[in-house]
């Protein structure tokens, strides 16, 4: 533990040949920039970096490296894990970061890590272009990507990483490197799926597609197996240009909702088909005769629309993650068992149907290694508590064990309540080779602060 005076003194010293503000406890910026999406935990960094440029992050991580200092990387904050909190350490916040160049007619974007999804999405769409990151408008692009980044354009146009063209990295000693194809190619394909273990993404350069409009919007409907067995289904089955993520969940007191379904099981599909609405109303189909929905929102919009959501007050929830490839009513009847249980706070089953473009992709193309994967599924139980909190996790334990086949992760939506599942992530030797990229990039593992991978 290095001694406050210390500590004080070598920020003091860095935010001199820094570019960019340091926010100190008892600031009045302090609380409101250390919050997280998912405040499951109350993060308490030591002091808060904040550089405005590409050469400020190479500053900070060079001389905190050098002066021995613990430190912690935030983009958008919206890990499950709260591992961008910085708790206890020095956080580097890349959200001053925000270039974007848009390179319209070469259908290419260089963006900056602070950016949000909405952000960039917002900006491209002005041109009809879009790429695919998730489903929410706040999530930051960095951490998205280094994830695997999986969302609505998810079965046409591939996975986030399928669309990332280079970055611009601060490695371990303190190199400004550009990165691609022939350029640091193990480091390019660890950055696709690998998190953030091997250096500060400050620029993420992606290839840009045209998406001029899209047909979809909420579903909602009451949930029995049958029915929730007939949405997934038709899910994969549908065409490439049909993305679709399903909830089931009992009925939040809701105004669009009736009141007769509130407590009761339900689903809801968030989905877009890429294209023209007679060819979306024929993929939507079957989704639409999966039951009888309560609330029917499909709808022909502009792109960016899908990703908007309801302001709501931050909750504390924990996650669990995995996949299947096999999709049948008895499994359909294990979700509705797990969301039949008496709960003190809310569950949800999230369940993503994959393929298309995701599995065109060699599975050791990336270092996301799940592309023959059928269906992902992705856990959350809502707590108020240490006692919720400990029911919430042996809910999330008892469901993934239920719903899980193989010992399988989607490192985006992983959390720490169950520690040493990370390689469960990096199937198929994916793990073995991010252990030697990171042996090479960061040697003494100071990009810790993560889902860990040690160096070889």
């Known amino acids: 533990m290095i001694p406050t005076s210390d500590l004080t003194t070598k920020v003091e010293t860095i935010q001199r040949h820094m ?9 009045s910026a302090y609380d409101t920039t250390r919050a997280l999406a998912f405040p499951r935990v109350d993060p308490r960094p030591l002091a808060i970096l904040r550089p405005r440029t590409p050469e400020g992050v190479r500053t900070a991580v060079e001389s905190l490296v050098g002066e021995g200092v613990p430190f912690a990387v935030r983009g958008g904050g919206h890990s499950p894990a709260a591992l961008a909190g910085g708790d206890g350490v020095v956080l580097i916040d890349t959200r001053e970061l925000k270039s974007l160049k848009l390179d319209v007619a070469g259908r290419q974007a260089a963006a900056q890590a602070g950016l949000t999804a909405g952000e960039y999405t917002d900006a491209a769409a002005l041109h009809g272009l879009a790429t695919g990151f998730g489903d929410t408008p706040t999530v930051g692009i960095a951490g998205l990507t280094l994830g695997g980044g999986v969302g609505f354009l998810s079965r046409l146009h591939g996975l986030t990483i399928d669309s990332l063209l280079g970055a611009e990295v601060v490695t371990a000693d303190g190199r400004l490197v550009q990165v691609g194809p022939d350029a640091h190619p193990d480091l390019f394909w660890a950055l696709r799926g690998g998190g953030g273990n091997f250096g500060v993404v400050t620029r993420l350069d992606y290839r840009l597609r045209e998406v001029p409009e899209v047909y979809g919007g909420t579903l909602v409907l009451p949930a029995t197996a049958d029915d929730v067995y007939g949405l997934v289904a038709a899910a994969l089955d549908a065409p490439d240009g049909l993305t679709a993520i399903i909830m089931v969940l009992r009925a939040p007191p809701v105004p669009f909702l009736p009141p007769e379904a509130h407590g009761k099981p339900i689903a809801i599909v968030k989905a877009c088909f890429a294209g ?7 993929a939507m189909a079957p989704l639409r005769a999966s039951g009888r929905p309560m609330m029917d929102a499909f709808d022909t919009m502009p792109y960016p629309r899908l990703l908007e959501e309801p302001p709501s007050a931050p909750m504390s929830a924990r996650f669990a993650t995995g996949f299947r490839d096999n999709w049948d009513l008895a499994a359909a009847e294990a979700v509705m068992a797990a969301i039949d249980v008496p709960a003190l706070a809310l569950r949800t089953v999230q369940l993503r149907p994959l393929g298309g473009a995701i599995a065109r992709v060699p599975a050791n193309a990336t270092a996301y290694a799940h ?20 029911e919430a996790e042996a809910w999330l334990s008892d469901t993934r064990l239920a719903l899980a086949e193989g010992e399988s992760a989607f490192a985006s939506f992983l959390d720490d309540w169950a520690p040493g599942r990370v390689p469960d992530a990096y199937p198929n ?19 810790r602060s993560n889902h860990n991978v040690p160096p070889a």
């Open 19 to 27: 570019d960019g503000g340091v926010i100190w406890p008892g600031d």
């Open 276 to 282: 023209a609405r007679p060819d979306g109303e024929a």
């Open 429 to 447: 030797g994916a793990w073995e080779r991010l252990r030697r990229v990171k042996h090479e990039y960061d040697p003494h593992n100071v990009f």
């Open 371 to 390: 592309r023959d994967r059928q269906l992902m599924f992705n856990l959350m139980a809502g707590f108020g508590d240490p006692v919720s909190a400990g």
